[in-house]
C-alpha cells in the first residue's frame, strides 16, 4: 500500500494506490487512479527485462609434472620449458623479443609462445601457494593441451558448459558426495526392543569449481571464482566414525571481455604410492622374504588447470543461437556414432528437430 504523502511533502501519487503481488503466475494487482497507474505502468516496463546470462564454458585438466613441467605449468611458461616440451626451441623473452619471420615465436605445433609468456609474467596471483591466473588465448591454450596429450602429460577431466543468469552462482562439481554420520541416539522402548537413529550430512568431494558471473554496462564479465579439490582422508575418525578430509581452495576475481579466457592453475598434488616386485612365493616368505623381493616409492606429482570462458547472452535470439550450436554438436555426435557401428537408416531425433536416414542409392 503506497499512501499519500503527508502535509507539506510533494505528492507522487494523486490518490492511495494499493499493489499485491502474486508470486506463483508472476504478476501484480495494481487498484490506483488512471494517471497513478499509467505512471506505474512506465516504471515496470523499464525494470522488466529479460535479465543477461552468461554460458560458461569450462575444461578441467590435469597435467603430470615431470621433465620439464616438473616444476609446474606456470614456471615452464615463463622460463620457456614449455618450449622444450612441444619441439625443444628457444623462445625469446617477450619483454625484448627477436622478431621470428612471421613476427611471434612459435614452435612446429604453431603455438604463439610470446602470448602465453606475456600473459604469465603479468598475471594475477592468487594467495602465496603458488596458485596462479592470467588471461590468454583459448585456441592458443587448447592447442598447448592437445600437444601436450600426445605426450601423455595431461588428462581431460571434464568439459563442462552451464548457463547462469547475471549474478547468480554457476556450481560445478567432478566427484562424489561421501556420507558423513553426524550423530546416533538410541531409544529403549517397553518392549525391549532397541531402536538407533542416526544422522546423516553430505559433503561433496572432488573438483569443485563455483564461478559467479556480474555483467557491466561495457559488457565486461566480473567473475568471483571459487576452485577447491578434496578428498577423504581417513575413512573413519572420532567418535562417529566419520571420515576426515583434506582440502585445497582458492578464490579469485578476475575481469574479462565476452569470450576470453582466463587459465587459473597452481594447485599441486603429490601422490605416494609403493611397487613390490620379485620371485613369486618366496618373496612372501616372513623375515627372509626380503632377501627376494624389492621394494619401491614412488612419488607422482600433478597440477590441477582449468580454462574459463565466459559468452554473454543478451536476449532470446542469442539464446537461440546458444541452443542451436549445441543441438548441431550433439547431432553430429549422433552422426559420428552411428558411422563408427555401421548403422544406417536410424530416422531419430535430437530436441525436437529429426535428423534425416541417409539416402540410398541404386545401381542402373
Known amino acids: 500500500v503506497l499512501i499519500a504523502p503527508k502535509e507539506g511533502e510533494k505528492p507522487i501519487f494523486k490518490e492511495e494506490v494499493n499493489i499485491v503481488a502474486n508470486e506463483s503466475t508472476n504478476s501484480l494487482i495494481i487498484l490506483a487512479t488512471a494517471r497513478d497507474y499509467a505512471m506505474i505502468k512506465e516504471v515496470l516496463r523499464k525494470l522488466d527485462v529479460v535479465p543477461r546470462q552468461v554460458l560458461i564454458e569450462t575444461m578441467i585438466a590435469e597435467i603430470s609434472l615431470d621433465g620439464e613441467l616438473q616444476f609446474g605449468v606456470e614456471y615452464a611458461i615463463a622460463t620457456g620449458g614449455i618450449n622444450k616440451v612441444l619441439g625443444d626451441l628457444p623462445v625469446e623473452d617477450p619483454d625484448n623479443p627477436t622478431p621470428s619471420p612471421g613476427g611471434v615465436s612459435t614452435n612446429p605445433l604453431g603455438i604463439n609462445t610470446d602470448s602465453l609468456l606475456r600473459a604469465a609474467k603479468k598475471g594475477a596471483r592468487i594467495g ?60 529403549f522402548s517397553s518392549s525391549n526392543t532397541d531402536r538407533v537413529f542416526s544422522s546423516v550430512q553430505y559433503r561433496d568431494t572432488g573438483k569443485i569449481l563455483t ?48 569470450g576470453q579466457s582466463v587459465l587459473i592453475g597452481g594447485i599441486i598434488d603429490d601422490q605416494m604410492s609403493r611397487t613390490r616386485s620379485g620371485v613369486p612365493f618366496l618373496m612372501d616368505i616372513p623375515v627372509l622374504g626380503r632377501l627376494f623381493r624389492t621394494d619401491r616409492d614412488l612419488t607422482s606429482r600433478t597440477e590441477l588447470i582449468i ?28 552422426e559420428l556414432i552411428g558411422r563408427r557401428q555401421g548403422l544406417s537408416g536410424l530416422n531419430t531425433t535430437v530436441g525436437g528437430v529429426p535428423t534425416p536416414a541417409p539416402a540410398k542409392s541404386t545401381a542402373q
Do not use: C, W, Y
Open 128 to 187: 602465496g601457494d603458488g596458485l596462479f591466473s592470467f588471461i590468454t588465448d583459448r585456441r592458443q591454450f587448447l592447442v598447448l593441451i592437445n600437444a601436450l596429450a600426445g605426450r601423455s602429460n595431461v588428462k581431460s577431466l571434464a568439459t563442462p558448459h552451464v548457463i547462469a543468469a547475471d549474478n547468480r552462482e554457476a556450481h560445478i562439481l567432478i566427484g562424489e558426495e561421501i556420507p558423513i554420520l553426524t550423530s546416533t541416539q538410541q531409544n
Open 211 to 258: 564461478i559467479l558471473p556480474q555483467i557491466n554496462s561495457a559488457g565486461l564479465v566480473n567473475m568471483e571464482i571459487t576452485q577447491e579439490v578434496s578428498a577423504v582422508r581417513s575413512p573413519e575418525f572420532g567418535a562417529t566414525n566419520s571420515p576426515s578430509f583434506s582440502s585445497r581452495q582458492a578464490e579469485t576475481t578476475v575481469v574479462v571481455q565476452d
Open 307 to 334: 580454462l574459463i570462458t565466459p559468452h554473454v547472452i543478451r536476449d532470446r535470439n542469442e539464446a537461440q543461437a546458444v541452443t542451436e550450436e549445441f543441438q548441431d554438436r550433439i547431432r553430429g555426435l549422433k
